[in-house]
């Protein structure tokens, strides 16, 4: 997604739903790849998207500090580790800041609040306006 648009063989596709898994942590820009999401969305009606990133919360960073496994963890010598990490606050604000709308949360994992993943759904406005409508219509 250097370029900000489509491969050719993509762009006659409508595309209601977008899902992004593993993906925006790793990326320098999110809030332009965020931007560059609705954009594909609003050009097909408005939609969905859907995302999975690393969860990390306060008490999920606060237990790897004390478990003194901080420097493995954040390791800046990973090559082509993570570059951002995000708790659901951070991750919220930037899904809003690109315009999206009704967003739903949960965490994956075996203990609350330590959740290994989290998961983000959101619309764009004009799937939240049908919806808001007709609420058994689907986005």
């Not at 580790?81 to 919220?92: E, V, Y």
Request: aromatic share 12%; glycine share 8%.
């Amino acid at each position: 997604m250097t370029t900000g648009e489509l491969p050719p063989e993509l762009r006659k596709i409508p595309f209601r739903t977008v899902i992004s898994m593993e993906v925006i942590e790793h990326l320098y820009s999110p809030r332009t790849f965020a931007a560059f999401v609705r954009s594909i969305l609003e050009a097909n009606g408005g939609g969905r998207f859907i995302l999975t990133t690393p969860y990390h919360g306060y008490l999920k960073n606060l237990s790897i500090a004390l478990a003194g496994k901080a420097d493995r963890h954040y390791s800046a010598l990973w090559e082509g580790g993570h570059i951002k990490f995000w708790s659901r606050r951070t991750l919220a604000i930037l899904l809003r800041e690109a315009g999206f709308r009704n967003m739903a949360f949960t965490g994956a994992g075996r203990i609350p609040y330590l959740w290994r993943h989290m998961v983000f759904s959101a619309e764009t406005p004009a799937a939240a306006e049908v919806r808001a409508c007709d609420p058994a219509a689907e986005p």
